[in-house]
């Protein structure tokens, strides 16, 4: 039998050493390739949800499109340029004279809220009193102004009757405030 103490020392570290090394480096390889497979795994899980959403994410693609072009065919640039071109389309179309309508210029600079922290820009129109209009008229032209626009809405409505004699007659005057509200970009 050999005895182990007639062995040098030099020897035995060197023995040491390589066999800690060896247990070192297997269990970072056994760790590297855990890491590597269960990050495999979490992919193959996103690439499955991805899959099955991906008909849902085109359809919403397409529907955002949609809403794309009617901001883009609803030429609300028009409506912010020149008003009266834009508002006095939709009041024809309803039927409504041009003298029972008049539109002051939109409001410079618009109007800061700051518990809702948005601004809101404004204009208003004047239902002339002298030419009044049936209130379901002055109702399908805020109707119409709103679905002619995505972001224009009727703020304000006040009508009130232009003869206050005669309450067989259907004529209303009054004004609405329409505009729209942007975030504060800061």
Same mark, same amino acid.
């Given at each position: 039998?050999?005895? =182990?103490?007639?062995? +040098?020392?030099? =020897? ?16 970072a390889?056994?760790g ?9 795994e979490?992919k ?38 020149? +008003?009266?071109?834009?508002?006095s ?30 601004y809101e820009?404004?204009? =208003?129109?004047?239902?002339? +009193? ?7 008229s ?19 409505l ?16 009054g ?9 504060r970009?800061?």
């Amino acid at each position: 039998m050999k005895d =182990e103490a007639a062995r +040098p020392q030099s =020897e035995m570290d060197v023995l040491k050493f390589y066999i800690w090394l060896m247990v070192v480096m297997t269990v970072a390889i056994a760790g590297f390739s855990w890491y590597v497979w269960s990050d495999v795994e979490a992919k193959r899980k996103n690439l499955q949800q991805g899959t099955a959403w991906m008909k849902d994410l085109s359809q919403q693609g397409s529907e955002i499109q949609a809403m794309l072009a009617v901001h883009k065919n609803n030429k609300e640039d028009i409506a912010r340029d020149s +008003p009266q071109t834009w508002f006095s389309n939709i009041w024809r179309r309803r039927g409504i004279n041009d003298a029972s309508v008049t539109i002051s210029p939109w409001k410079i600079p618009p109007t800061f809220h700051a518990r809702g922290k948005y601004y809101e820009e404004q204009i =208003e129109l004047k239902f002339n +009193p002298k030419a009044p209009l049936p209130r379901l008229s002055i109702l399908e032209f805020c109707y119409w102004v709103e679905k002619s626009s995505t972001r224009q809405r009727v703020i304000e409505l006040d009508v009130r009757r232009a003869d206050k004699e005669n309450y067989d007659l259907d004529g209303w005057a009054g004004g609405v405030t329409i505009g729209y509200r942007h975030a504060r970009n800061d």
